[in-house]
Each structure stands twice: as C-alpha cells, then as structure tokens.
C-alpha cells in the first residue's frame, strides 16, 4: 500500500521548490548510487520497506544522487553482471542466481514479524475453500485449477512447486490450469473461495495478514499440507527459505558500503517488515533451484552438474584427499605386510604348536575328570540302587509268607506287583542316568517347573513307603521355573523325604510339610518333620560324608545331596526346629530368561 503512495511522491517531487528531481537529490561531484530492485507484482509491502529505506539512503548521503530502479529477473541479472550497479535488492531465489556469476556481498535481510531471523522468511501457503476433513494433502489437490499472482515469485508459486517436486510429483502437470491473478491478493482469496475445487498459492503470513486487515474471514479456508515451525510462526505449506536481500556488488566501495549496511539496519518500522541481519545459509536456495531445474541450472545439463560441483567442492576435494590417504594407506600396509610374512608364518607355526598342546592337555583334564566324575556318580548309584533294591526285595518275601499261609489275595498281590515294578523301574533308571553320565561326562539340564518335580517326588514316595506318614503340600499358583536335571534333583527330594519320614517313625502322628517360596532371585523348598530331630548331632556333621545317625546307614545321602544342590548353583541347609523335628532347606537359582532368549 505504501509503494503507490511513494510513486506519487517521486512525480510530484519535481514541483516542489526544495525538490531537484524523482531520482536524484543534491549536486556532487561523486557518481551517484545505483541500486537495482527485483519487481514482483505481490509483494507490496516488501517494495514498501525499500522505499522508507531509500529515503533515509538518501538523506544519509545528501547531496550525492542515489536513484533505485525496478527490473524484471532476467533484467537485473543482466545489469548486475555487466557492472551497472552499486546494491541489489532481491529475494533469494534471484540472490542464489546471481551468486553463480558475481561474489555479492550480503549487507542485510527483510525480517517479517512471524519470522524467527532472515533465513527463516520465505514459504508459500496453498489453500482451498473450507474442507469437511479439515486438511488436505497434496496428493488431494492433484488435478485441480490454481490460481497464482506471479509464477516467478519465490513465496508466491516456487517454493509450492519444489515441495511438490520433493513429494514425487511433477509441478508442471499437476494442476488441471494455472492462472496469474493479476488482481490483489484478496481478490484471488475470494476467487478461489468461488471456484469450486479451485487452489490458491499465496506467500506464507498473507492470509493472517488480509484477515487483520478486514479483508478476508480465514475461517473459511483449509490450508493445504499445513506445517508448523520452522522458524515461521504463521500458517504455511511448504519448507521455510531465506528472505530478501540488500547486497553490494564487488566493485563498491567499502566506506559506501558500510554507510548503506548501517542505514537499512536503522530504517525500521515498528510492527512491519524490518531490515535485519542478512541470510547466511542459501543451500536449501540452491537444492531447490535444482530440483525445479531454474535459474542457472536451467536447460543445460553441464550447467547443472557444474553449479553441483560448485556447491559441493570443498566436499569433493575432501573425498579426493580422503582417497588419496586410503591409497597411500594401502601401499603403507602391502610394504609392511611384505616385510613381516616371514615373522608372521614363524608366530604362526608356533602358536599353532602351542594350540595342539593345549589341546592335548585339556583332552587329558576332561579324560581325568570324567573318571572322577564316574566315581561320583558311582557312590551315588550305589547309595540311591541299595533303597529299590530293599524294598524289592522286602515285598518279594512278603509276597512268599503270605502264599505259603494261603493269605494271598488277588488285589494284595496286584498292589505289592505294582510297586514291585514302579521300584524295578525306578533302579532301572538309576542305572541308565549313571550310564549315560558316565559316558556323556555331562547331565543335561532343562527348564523345569518346581513344583511339578516335588509333586512327582511325592507320588514316587507315597508308592514305595513302608508306613503311612500324612505329607502336606503347599506350592504357588504359578509356575517356579529352574534349570535342572530333573532326576537328581527329584532324587534328592525324595531321599529328604524318606530321611523325615524315617525320622518321625516313632511319633504317634507323624507330619511332613513341604512348602514352596520364591524371593527375586532363588527358590527355595523348604521339608519339616515333627520326629525326634537330631539336637545331639552339629548341624555341620550331618552332610559329613560316612557320616550317620541310623543304623546301618552309609552316611552318604547327605552329602550327595549337597553336592548335586551345589552343582546346580544351589544350597542345601539344615536346622533344627524350635519344636520337635527338623527342617531341610533346599535353594536353587531361578531360570533366568534373557531378552535374546524372548526374541
């Protein structure tokens, strides 16, 4: 709005009497100052900004003439590569051109309120008459009418056509119609809102901008592909650009220089557009003026694969040098590796000496502990095969008294028969575990739920008994998972259960609890009996080998229990109970489950 008002100005100007002329002011003998300004036909308030700007240049520099001049893109490109002006005032689409054949020097940056600095001023802002989604894609526009002010504007159409180029689309037959709106802005906002379907681009803070004003209702408009951030506060569709531009051509004066820098940076307008440090980052400038295939990289393949070069030289001269080390690293390391083959193969035969005796070595430990190993295993065979044995043996007899006084009934023979074989089973496998320990040297464990191991041991207890003796169980709801081998550890349990049943033989009501706890890391079985106990005997002698306190015993259950506890990475305790009887205490690691093991 101001610019109109500016042009006046300048035609009236030659009427007054204090007045020389629309572009000059004062008489100097210096030649006078040039600025050329890139014309877009939908950025009033930007040429607004450059006219309070060069009425304060001109005050500053009084007498000396300073005149600034409107050119079309190809215009100015041409005046600035023939020398022609002193500064330029662009957007940094044309400032990035402009780059790839002159070194400007940037002097300062038109800031827009909503904007964060001057390299976060440029977006477009796609729109359409209110949508029942409330948002739209540009996937969802495809094929639609638009409506533009100007093609050539950065805000106004290109910034629009690279995000469509970045979303796989091609900008020149995406649309179904483009047309220039060469009316105001607010015109083209109320044109979209009565073309059906139509699409309207607008540079990004127009449409906050028309709505202050009283122009348009914004209510009534979707923005397309809306984005938020980016260093621009108001609503836009698009990645966010660099701003305009004062530069100094390379031929200017440094002195001038500085006084035009300092009086643009000064002529601010409060709440407007203002003058504020240049932009410094023009990559994302350059990577869409690629993409769109305009500018200096239009139309000529070499150009584009020279201003590539161009942007990223420092880039290919650090790939090149890095190359270059590799290579000379490789020839580094062949010499060296030539040098030391015969230390090398020396080393080698040598350790390969050493790997051979090692192994002999550990073939000799395995050989030595796996005849200890059976000698282990063999006590116990020994220990755990004379109890089925007995007890076969016993109901055998049994069976021979009551045949010979003709007491001998069908279902009593049937029973002692049945744990007859259970017990013939039960050596059997004894015997088969020790055999295949002996010859494997290793037992193998398996995931295992507790409490199905001790209910097992149980039952096996409950057939092989000699009296009955009431056992209580009390296990969790859940499963207690252990890494065991499930036939020793079901034999130490059962032999713990015989030796309180032994215990409690002589009491009129004799009880075993068995109960089943877990803490964060352990489980731990815990056996009581209500016997007599052992509170004569130190609870250390008990898992003493040879040590016993019954009659005849071998004094070796204890102790192989313990060791096969420990083996697991357990503990076997013993204590007496504050009444009578005794309690035996078995702690075994619970089954870790890793999440590699999960996966």
Same mark, same amino acid.
């Given at each position: 709005m101001l610019r109109p008002l500016f042009l006046v100005?300048?035609?009236?100007?030659?009427?007054?009497?204090?007045?020389?002329?629309?572009?000059?002011?004062?008489?100097?003998?210096?030649?006078?100052?040039?600025?050329?300004?890139?014309?877009?036909?939908d950025l009033e308030e930007i040429s607004s900004q450059e006219a309070i700007f060069l009425d304060r240049l001109r005050r500053e520099l009084l007498p000396r003439q300073v005149t600034l001049q409107y050119y079309g893109e190809n215009d100015l490109i041409h005046m600035v590569q023939n020398g022609a002006l002193n500064f330029v005032i662009t957007d940094a689409a044309v400032y990035a051109s402009l780059q790839s054949a002159v070194e400007l020097r940037p002097l300062a940056g038109l800031v827009y309120p909503e904007a964060a600095d001057a390299d976060h001023m440029t977006a477009s802002v796609a729109f359409t008459a209110q949508h029942e989604a409330g948002s739209l894609s540009l996937a969802e526009i495809k094929g639609r009418r638009l409506f533009v002010t100007d093609k050539h504007s950065f805000g106004g159409f290109l910034a629009f056509a690279?995000?469509?180029?970045?979303?796989?689309?091609?900008?020149?037959?995406?649309?179904?119609?483009?047309?220039?709106?060469?009316?105001?802005?607010?015109?083209?906002?109320?044109?979209v809102l009565k073309t059906p379907g139509a699409v309207g681009v607008l540079p990004a803070c127009t449409l906050e901008r028309l709505q202050s004003a009283g122009f348009i209702d914004a209510a009534g408009l979707t923005v397309i592909n809306a984005k938020n951030g980016g260093g621009l506060t108001c609503r836009h569709s698009t990645k966010v650009y660099p701003g305009w531009v004062l530069a100094s051509l390379p031929s200017s004066d440094l002195g001038l220089v500085r006084m035009v820098a300092a009086t643009a940076l000064a002529a601010t307008s409060p709440g407007m557009l203002q003058w504020s440090f240049p932009p410094t980052d023009?990559?994302?400038?350059?990577?869409?003026?690629?993409?769109? &295939?305009?500018?200096?990289?239009?139309?000529?393949?070499?150009? !584009?694969? *020279?201003?590539? %070069? =161009?942007?990223?030289?420092?880039?290919?001269?650090?790939?090149?040098?890095?190359?270059?080390?590799?290579?000379?690293?490789?020839?580094?390391?062949?010499?060296l590796v030539r040098t030391r083959t015969k230390d090398l193969r020396l080393s080698l035969l040598k350790q390969q000496k050493m790997t051979d005796e090692i192994l002999q070595t550990r073939a000799r430990l395995q050989s030595m502990e796996k005849v200890q190993t059976v000698?282990?295993?063999?006590?116990?065979f020994a220990h755990e095969l004379k109890q089925p044995l007995a007890a076969i043996r016993n109901f055998s007899l049994g069976l021979l008294r009551r045949s010979q006084? &003709?007491?001998?009934?069908?279902?009593?023979?049937?029973?002692? !028969?049945? *744990?007859?074989? %259970? =017990?013939?089973?039960?050596?059997?496998?004894?015997?088969?575990?020790?055999?295949?320990?002996?010859?494997?040297?290793?037992?193998?464990?398996l995931r295992?739920?507790?409490?199905?191991?001790?209910?097992?041991?149980?039952?096996?207890?409950?057939?092989?008994?000699?009296?009955?003796?009431?056992v209580s169980l009390s296990l969790p709801l859940v499963p207690v998972w252990v890494e065991i081998n499930r036939w020793e550890i079901e034999l130490v349990i059962l032999n713990l259960i015989k030796n309180a049943a032994e215990a409690t033989h002589e009491v009129k009501k004799p009880k075993i609890e068995i109960v089943l706890t877990e803490d964060e890391h352990h489980a731990i079985m815990r056996i009581t009996d209500n016997g007599k106990g052992s509170q004569d005997v130190p609870i250390d002698e008990m898992f003493r080998p040879l040590f016993s306190t019954k009659t005849g015993g071998m004094g070796l259950g204890l102790s192989i229990a313990e060791s096969v506890a420990e083996s697991h990475g357990g503990r076997l305790n013993a204590r007496q109970n504050t009444g009578p009887g005794l309690t035996m205490e078995m702690i075994l690691p619970l089954y870790q489950v890793f999440p590699e093991a999960v996966d």
């Open positions: 100005l300048l035609w009236v100007a030659p009427l007054l009497p204090c007045a020389v002329s629309a572009t000059v002011w004062g008489e100097t003998s210096e030649p006078p100052v040039q600025i050329g300004a890139l014309q877009r036909s690279a995000e469509l180029k970045d979303e796989g689309f091609d900008p020149e037959d995406f649309f179904s119609d483009v047309s220039e709106f060469q009316k105001s802005d607010a015109e083209l906002v109320k044109t023009f990559r994302r400038v350059h990577n869409m003026l690629i993409d769109l &295939g305009i500018g200096p990289y239009a139309g000529n393949e070499g150009k !584009l694969w *020279k201003g590539l %070069f =161009l942007r990223y030289r420092w880039w290919f001269a650090g790939i090149a040098l890095f190359m270059l080390l590799i290579l000379a690293h490789g020839v580094f390391v062949a010499w000698s282990h295993m063999s006590t116990l006084r &003709g007491e001998l009934d069908a279902e009593t023979m049937h029973s002692i !028969l049945e *744990k007859m074989v %259970f =017990l013939t089973e039960q050596a059997s496998n004894i015997v088969n575990h020790v055999r295949k320990y002996a010859k494997a040297g290793k037992t193998e464990r295992e739920d507790f409490r199905t191991v001790i209910r097992e041991a149980v039952e096996s207890f409950g057939k092989t008994a000699d009296f009955r003796v009431q």
